[in-house]
Every structure is written in C-alpha cells, then in structure tokens.
C-alpha cells in the first residue's frame, strides 16, 4: 500500500500546477467568461428563490431517502428495471462486475458519472479483463491520459488543443493538425465502432423520480443516448441523493443546474428512461436495465445536522467556477475524485481522510463557492468542520495550541505584542520587517513586505485623539481589532475625524482583546469561546447605539459567530452585543449627511478602486455602502474586474500554501494597475496587508489605505 502523500509533497504538485501556463490561462479565461455567461442566464430570474426552492426540494428528498428508494424499486420492477443497492464502492463495483459476467458483457460505453468516477469503477472492471470506453469527448481524453476529471462539467478545461492534437495522433498513428472541429471528427470516428461493439452501457443519471421509476440524464454531446439504446445492457449508476419525489422537481433543478453549470439555459440533450431501450439488438440478444444506488457514506451522512446540506449538491461544479485557488491550481490539485468547495467536503465522507487530509487545507475561506451554489450548500462552513475533523483526529498543530493559551489571557496576548515591537527592531525598516527572518518570513513569503508592530498602540493613543463632542447625536464604542491596534492604528485614527464629523461620543474599552476568529480558524473553540466572553463583558456595561469596527473580518464574525460560541449562559448578552456591531463604512453612510459630504472636501477627481473583503461583501452582503461614502467624499470610483475577488490572504493560508497565495495576489494587483486607479482602497487591515505589502514589493505606483485613511 502506498505511503500517504506528506503535506510538501502535496505542495509541490500544486506548485507545479502553478507553473502550468496553459492551465493558468484556461482557468483564468473561463472563471471571467463564467462570470458573464452566468449573470446572463439568470437574467429577469429570481436567483435566491430558485436556489432557495433546490436547497427545499434536495433537503426534504434527503431526510425521506429510504421512501423514495423503495417507491422507486416498486416502479421499476414494474418497467422492467432490476434495482441494487451498494453500501460501499466496492459493493458497488462488484454488482457491476457481476452484471457484466451474467450478461456476456465484455466490452462496455460509457456516458460521463461522477458516480462512477467517485467508484473508481474503469480501474475495478478493467482489472476485471473488461474493456472500458468512454464516450464523453473530454472524459475519452483524460482517460486516454489516465488521469482523471478536473471539472465536473467540463473535465478535460486543463488541456490544449495542441495537448489533444498530439494523443490523437498517438491513438490514430497519424498525424492530426491542431484543429477543434477536426479533433471532434477524430473522436466520432474513434468512438463510432465502439458503440456498435459494446455488450454494457453504463450511464449515471442525474434525476432519480420516484413516483415513475424513471431516470434522467443531461448532456451536451447527445453520447449517453447511444450508450442507454445500442448496447444490450444498460447499468445507470447514482448515489440515493439523486433521488427525486416527481418529474416536476427534476424539471426545476434542471432549470437551475445548465444555468449554474456554464452559463447555458439548457443542456443540449434530455433524456428521461423508463425501462429498457425498444431499439432492436443483433440476433439472440436481450434488453436489459439495471439501476445501481451508491450509499457510500451518504445514509450516514444524511442523518448528520451539519453534514447532509453536502447531499444537496447538484453537480454543476460552479463552486469550482468561482474559486480563487481551483482558478490557479485546476480540480486535480483542490480535489480527489470530486473537485471545488464540495470536493473538499465530500472526499472527507467519501474517500477517507487520507486523501481529503491535505486538499481541505487549500481554501481561502473566501465565501465565493456559497454565493453561488445551485442549492445554499454553506461551502466554507463545512470545509471548516472537514478540517476541524481532520485536526480532531491527527492533533492541533503547536502554533495552534500556542495561540489557545495566549488569546485566553488578554494581558498576556498584549504583552507579547508589545515585546514583539521591541524585538523586532533589527529587523525593520520604514514600517515594514525585513525578508531575512525564520517562519513565516521566510524567502517564500518574500511576495509582500510585512509590516512591523507598532512600537505605540493605538490603545495607548486613544484618550489622547478621543474627540470630545459636546452634543453628540450619536454613542458609540470602538472593536479595533488585533491589527488595527498593533499594527495599523493609523486607520482608527484617521476615523476619528469621521467621528467627529457624524458627532460620535466615542469609548474605548481597555478590556476589549482578538475577536476570535483566527482561533476559530485554527479549529481552537475553546479560545474562541473565551475571547468572545472576554469581549461580551468589556462592552457590556456601555451605553450604546453601535460598535463601530474597521476590520471587516471581526465584524462578520462578531456579528455571525460570537453569539454561538458564548452559549446558553451568555446568550442574552452575546445577541445585545452582535446587534450593536457595524462596519465602519455602514456606519458612516447611516449617519451621512449630503452637506458633510461636499466633494469640495476630499481630493476630487482621484481615481480610487474598490477591493472588496470577503467578509464584508460575503459575510455581510455589503457592497454599496463604502463605495458611496468614497464617492461622496470626492473621489473618483473606478471599477475593476476582480473586486470581489479573495486578495489571497486569507488568514493563515497565505503561510500555508504563500505560492498559490502570491498568484492570487499578483492577479489582483495587475487589474487593478490596468484600471488607472490612483488608490486602492479596502475595509479590512488583513487585506491591507496583503495589498500593500504586494504594492510595496512590486514597486507599483498604486496607494493601498484603508477606507478611513483615504476619507481623512
């Protein structure tokens, strides 16, 4: 048995993959064009309804499983459909197996299966002495490569054309010319006689109805038509979250599955089968259909309150489409079997920790997979609980426990960041720290300049800078946050004026500390649940309308997870606290006024573009609001492709896995040097961070600030 793959060797085949230039620009190419095509599909729909009433459909479906099933088997016996049910992949293979040898089936067609694919069902039958082809045009070709799918929809997007050109002409013995109209005529010609020589078709299908015994397949080749009628035997193999109640919620889904998938309205074929073809077969043949159900995990998971959202995914793969990391590295490096946010997840129940062990690591957290799933699947939330699992079961790692004991005695935490301001000075320079250090400074984190911690807090500052108000219209507390703190209080300085102007009465509680979310990142809950206590108590006595932050990081999280994490016995003044939380520039376009916000005020005509923070637009589903106080200021808003594209960062990952985290970065940074911007404005200090410190390092003529630093 193979050794499991170590975390550097996983590495280093992501940074391979990373020095792929046509994967690069194929994953690029396509994540833009998805953007349009998708917008445009869903055009004049209610997109949150339709995703809404999938998310209903699969869940309710879910739950009623074993009904479903066994109203299904009575409608099929009755078509003429022998049904099975494999607990595992391999039981799964083996009925298979045994349909070939009771039928005679030596040579077998197959139409593109995830299912399948999840079995490692080519390898177990071609073991088997069977021959195996299949028919998709881009499953053929990553077969023929032996590799496997590295999209769901589309599952040879990592190759050229020349890349095509080439293994044609090594499977013809003839030269073919880089042609895609030519290639496709290869393949039909290869794939002809196939058809007509197969004993077995095997097909997945991607609606299971119940009430009909019928089956229902989408394509865009029109392949899996031949496989279910020319072939003497035809095996659809599914898992039991296929299962359907009715046509109807099969015709919806598939409303929403071309649409999420690629951009299409439809898929170019529809097939719906009840019961074996009535095409004929040679001479002394017989029909016959056989339906193949894969629990594999999925009964188990069904009964899991946190875990089964994951059986309402309906393949499209636009959680791959989205992605930040899939668009660098492509499926085989974020995936197993199945790739995108779902692979992360569903390797873990499917395929073992082994191979999900390393692959669930490489997500930002960015939150762009759940905007855009088909079926409201919480992607990063359950992504988070694999590596929680994960982490469970192999031991936190040392920085984590470290962090652990550190964030729940805040005199401590603070201590060693002021210490850190004095021992770094050797080291720094001009705001920032130089590249020569051990860890997380080393020669791979070199793509950014890091900054230094502040030898004088803001903290230190704050009752100097307080202004004082006399009639305030407005009470409000201050969440700086680690970094603004430590490292950046220039930002919460530069708020101060804004303050004023919205005649604020501003406190800032000394007892205030980390709000938690790098511990809860880290899988460390028992930190996370201290610190929100600790956080919950230093605001609690206050009289408040709001608690005002600046980092759209703690915001999100103080608003969404402080009041699960402090619990039954502090829930009265989790939910009072959480309520109160708002992000600076929501706060400041409340409490505008279109007189305080005269363009004679700001530096008019600057060109300024906008980098969204994942929390905030995600996490909070803000998008307007900085834009226009910006704009009110006098400013010059200047859209850009990737606004709301992840900087990269991303906590901890930029550490993890700073290769992949340096190309999100420089993609980044290219478009918005290509807008002309002036200034590259943000909401939150971990992407100043990551922003600046990769401004800085390129040498690029493009200021990063905070939105307060450019309102002051």
């Not at 982490?391 to 426990?401: A, E, L, Q, T």
């Not at 505008?592 to 916000?597: F, L, N, R």
């Amino acid at each position: 048995m193979a050794r499991p793959e170590t975390i550097k060797q996983y590495r280093k085949r992501v940074q391979e993959a990373l020095e792929n230039p046509f994967l690069r620009q194929a994953m690029d190419n396509f994540a833009v064009a998805y953007r349009t095509g998708r917008a445009n599909a869903f055009k004049g729909l209610d997109v949150q309804d339709h995703v809404r009433k999938v998310a209903d459909i699969k869940q309710s479906c879910i739950k009623q499983w074993r009904r479903l099933f066994e109203q299904f088997k009575e409608k099929a016996l009755e078509n003429n459909i022998h049904v099975h049910l494999a607990d595992t992949a391999e039981d799964a293979c083996r009925i298979i197996e045994s349909i070939a040898a009771d039928s005679g089936s030596k040579k077998i067609v197959k139409s593109k299966s995830m299912t399948a694919e999840e079995i490692h069902l080519n390898a177990w039958l071609e073991k088997e002495g069977l021959e195996v082809t299949e028919t998709d045009l881009g499953e053929w070709i990553v077969q023929l490569r032996k590799e496997g799918p590295s999209h769901m929809v589309m599952p040879a997007i990592h190759l050229s054309r020349n890349q095509v050109a080439d293994l044609f002409s090594d499977v013809t013995g003839k030269k073919q010319e880089v042609d895609i109209d030519q290639l496709v005529k290869v393949a039909r010609k290869e794939l002809r006689e196939k058809y007509f020589q197969a004993d077995m078709g095997i097909t997945g299908a991607n609606f299971v109805i119940a009430d009909t015994g019928t089956i229902g397949i989408t394509t865009n080749e029109g392949n899996a038509r031949l496989v279910t009628t020319l072939p003497g035997v035809h095996v659809a193999v599914a898992g039991i979250d296929k299962l359907l109640p009715s046509i109807s919620e099969a015709l919806f889904i598939n409303r929403v599955l071309p649409k999420n998938a690629t951009g299409q309205q439809i898929t170019s074929y529809v097939t719906w089968i009840t019961g074996p073809s009535e095409c004929t077969v040679a001479e002394g043949g017989k029909r016959e259909m056989h339906m193949v159900f894969l629990d594999n995990g999925r009964s188990k998971l069904a009964g899991d309150d946190v875990f089964s959202q994951a059986l309402s995914c309906i393949r499209c793969g636009a959680c791959a489409n989205v992605c930040p990391v899939y668009r660098m590295v492509g499926g085989h490096r974020m995936g197993h079997v199945y790739i995108g946010a779902i692979g992360l997840i569903t390797t873990y129940f499917f395929h073992g920790i082994e191979n999900a062990r390393h692959i669930a690591k490489n997500c930002t957290g960015c939150g762009a997979c759940k905007e855009v799933c088909a079926a409201g699947i919480d992607l990063p939330e359950l992504i988070k609980g694999v590596q929680d699992k994960i982490r469970d079961r192999d031991g936190h790692p040392v920085k984590g426990m470290l962090l652990k004991q550190v964030l729940k005695n805040r005199r401590m935490f603070h201590g060693l960041l002021r210490s850190a301001s004095i021992a770094q000075k050797p080291f720094s320079k001009d705001a920032f720290l130089h590249r020569h250090l051990p860890m997380i400074f080393s020669k791979e984190q070199d793509f950014r300049a890091i900054p230094a911690v502040v030898s004088r807090p803001f903290r230190d500052r704050f009752e100097k800078i307080v202004p004082a108000v006399e009639s305030p219209t407005v009470k409000i507390a201050l969440f700086s946050g680690c970094l603004q703190d430590f490292v950046y209080p220039e930002h919460l300085e530069a708020a101060m004026a804004s303050f004023e102007r919205a005649g604020a009465d501003v406190k800032f509680p000394m007892d205030q500390t980390c709000c938690g979310l790098p511990a809860l990142m880290m899988g460390e809950g028992e930190a996370a649940r201290s610190v929100a206590v600790q956080n919950i108590m230093a605001f609690k006595e206050l009289d408040l309308d709001y608690i005002v932050t600046l980092c759209a990081s703690c915001a999100s999280h103080l608003t969404h997870k402080v009041p699960k994490l402090a619990g039954e016995r502090f829930k009265e003044e989790a939910l009072a606290f959480s309520e109160k939380v708002i992000p600076y520039s929501v706060f400041l376009d409340r409490m505008s006024d279109e007189a305080e916000y005269d363009v004679s005020a700001g530096q008019t005509g600057q060109k300024v573009a906008w980098h969204a923070p994942c929390h905030l637009i995600r996490g909070l589903g803000i998008s307007r609001e900085p834009k226009d106080v910006i704009s009110r200021r006098g400013f010059r808003y200047v859209a850009t492709c990737e606004e709301e594209t992840c900087c990269g960062l991303a906590g901890s990952y930029s550490v993890d896995f700073p290769l992949v985290s340096k190309e999100i970065l420089a993609k980044k940074l290219a478009d918005v040097e290509q807008s002309g911007a002036d200034i590259l404005a943000t909401e939150c200090p971990g992407c100043v961070l990551q922003l600046r410190g990769g401004a800085v390092r390129q040498g690029l003529d493009i200021r990063v600030l905070h939105v307060s630093e450019v309102l002051s």
